[in-house]
């Protein structure tokens, strides 16, 4: 039997490597004011990137809403690792997902450091996180999304790309197997948009993110699931499912497929006329 590795003292000041958990959402709708949002939708994520695009209004952000518990579907099941997520106490389904999203708490008043620890509530702590896996937790977090060197900084003296990256620490410092993300890249520049999701890209837990921009989707999902008028579309690898025929049929738009030269991956190219 092969020798266990030994583990340095810089290892054991790290937290384990958090695994994916699997989630399945099962003939999952949601109904508003007597409308139907989204209608039996079905999909699953496994330490993967899930990619969710689809048009302004096809429910993408409802639904990770009945994911990360702030809407409630009206039917079907969301299951965390097999257990069902709306069956859990709040603070248990907080410990297995964490979500970043558009309209979240800013917490302006708090430095960087407090804000990130604010994702220890669910493991039982406040902003004291005294405890070595706090510290611990949130030390990695910072460290990983790259926002130690201002720890002191209030977040409101921040830029857009800075905050968002303290959002995704706080998230990060949750420990969570599934992380969610409601349009991560918005309001940032080129660069922020695209180490953001380097960054989300190397977690290697499950995550699922809405995108509106088809390149990015393309460029750093694993899986893409579109929705439209709050049914999937479509389901697969974004070379599978970038196809010109679901592009005009969903989105509305002319569109080819071209290798990018620097990436290998699939890349969408636009025009603004109804026949290429």
């Known amino acids: ?18 695994v994916g958990a699997r989630l399945d959402v099962e003939g999952v709708s949601v109904q508003v004011a007597g409308r139907r949002i989204i209608d039996r939708v079905s999909l699953t994520a496994d330490a993967e990137v899930v990619g969710l695009v689809g048009p302004n209004g096809s429910g993408k952000s409802t639904l990770l809403r009945t994911i990360y518990r702030m809407l409630s579907p009206t039917s079907g099941r969301v299951v965390a690792d097999g257990d069902e997520v709306w069956q859990m106490r709040a603070r ?6 964490a979500a970043v999203v558009q309209d979240g708490p ?15 509530v669910p493991h039982g702590r406040l902003l004291g996180a005294d405890s070595r896996d706090d510290r611990a937790a949130i030390e990695h977090a910072m460290s990983v999304t790259n926002v130690t060197n201002f720890a002191a900084r209030p977040v409101a003296t921040l830029s857009g790309g800075e905050r968002q990256r303290v959002h995704l620490a706080r998230a990060l410092a949750q420990q969570p197997r599934i992380l969610v993300l ?12 695209l180490e953001l999701l380097a960054l ?3 977690l290697r837990i499950t995550i699922l993110v809405t995108l509106h921009d088809l390149n990015l989707a393309a460029a750093y999902c694993d899986r893409i699931a579109v929705l439209s008028n709050g049914v999937v579309a479509a389901d697969g690898t974004p070379q599978d499912v970038f196809t010109p025929e679901l592009l005009r049929r969903v989105f509305g738009v002319t569109a080819a497929t071209i290798t990018n030269p620097l990436t290998g991956r699939t890349q969408l190219v636009y025009t603004d006329r109804s026949t290429p």
């Open 106 to 120: 800013t917490d302006l008043e708090l430095t960087v450091a407090e804000c990130v620890a604010t994702g220890r």
């Open 1 to 18: 039997m092969a020798a266990a590795p030994v583990r340095t003292e810089r290892d054991m000041n790290q937290p384990d490597r958090t």
């Open 92 to 97: 248990d389904a907080a410990r297995i997902t």
């Open 182 to 193: 409601d349009e991560p890249t918005n309001h940032l520049d080129i660069r922020h948009q």
């Open 200 to 202: 989300v890209r190397d």
